[in-house]
């Protein structure tokens, strides 16, 4: 079957870094997201990779390994805006969105 | 960029009544349309996959009947659930790609929190 596995809630620090990972077993690939989701909101884009690397945007970064099936949303400089859940999404090899049931990201002052 | 509208943002109705929500792309022409139901504390749950002229793809354990969908222009799609319960109270997103464009990139309605009484 297909599963994506992420940590269900974090905790850190304004001002630190925190890395959430997601690992995903699917039937194809192209591709996993990262979204961004307040409560009572739907989801924003963050970040779409493809091929094996860190791809760096501003604050957040995103890194993927498919030999491993693995990914890791990094994020720097944390604010309070962060405060989130950050849903990792992969889609398969029928263009279909897979997603994570998510990992609640509290940051603390 | 890409947007997508829903209306409307929220509704309250009674147990038996049927609500409609409809999705809407904006500025760009929806082939394929997603509707995603997300309990609270959940990730998104995919309901059904529709494309323009064409009749919806449910996903398991998705009643056809209850949820309607109908996708009959490149710019509407609508989702009408039939008799609804109090557990059908949830937030209904939707999300529309165009494929002439990307297979890749899904653009995201705001969401309609649906609350059955």
């Known amino acids: 079957g297909q599963n994506i596995d992420q940590p269900t809630e974090m905790t850190a620090t304004e001002g630190a870094i925190v890395q959430i990972n997601c690992t995903y077993q699917?039937?194809?690939?192209?591709?996993l997201f990262w979204y961004q989701q307040h409560a009572g909101e739907a989801p924003t884009f963050l970040s779409y990779?493809?091929l094996d690397g860190l791809e760096e945007k501003g604050r957040f970064s995103s890194f993927l390994s498919r030999s491993k099936g693995y990914s890791y949303l990094l994020l720097k400089e944390l604010q309070m805006k962060d405060s989130a859940s950050y849903l990792c999404?992969?889609?398969?090899?029928?263009?279909?969105?897979?997603w994570g049931a998510g990992t609640k990201l509290i940051i603390k002052p | 960029g890409a947007v997508v509208s829903q209306h409307p943002s929220w509704v309250i109705c009674k147990s038996g009544t049927s609500v409609k929500i409809e999705c809407r792309s904006l500025?760009?022409?929806?082939?394929?349309m997603f509707w995603y139901r997300q309990f609270p504390k959940q990730s998104l749950m995919l309901m059904a996959t529709?494309?323009?002229?064409?009749?919806?793809?449910?996903e398991q354990g998705v009643e056809k009947d209850k949820f309607l969908i109908n996708h009959a222009s490149l710019t509407l799609s609508t989702l009408t659930v039939t008799s609804a319960h109090p557990e059908d109270s949830s937030f209904y997103i939707c999300?529309?790609?165009?494929?002439?464009?990307?297979?890749?990139?899904?653009?995201f309605g705001p969401g309609t929190r649906l609350t059955v009484l």
């Open positions: 999404a992969v889609m398969d090899s029928n263009y279909q969105l897979i």
């Open positions: 529709s494309n323009e002229g064409s009749k919806a793809t449910y």
């Open positions: 999300s529309a790609r165009d494929l002439n464009f990307s297979e890749r990139e899904q653009f």
């Open positions: 500025d760009f022409q929806a082939t394929t």
């Open positions: 990779n493809v």
């Open positions: 699917t039937s194809g690939f192209n591709g």
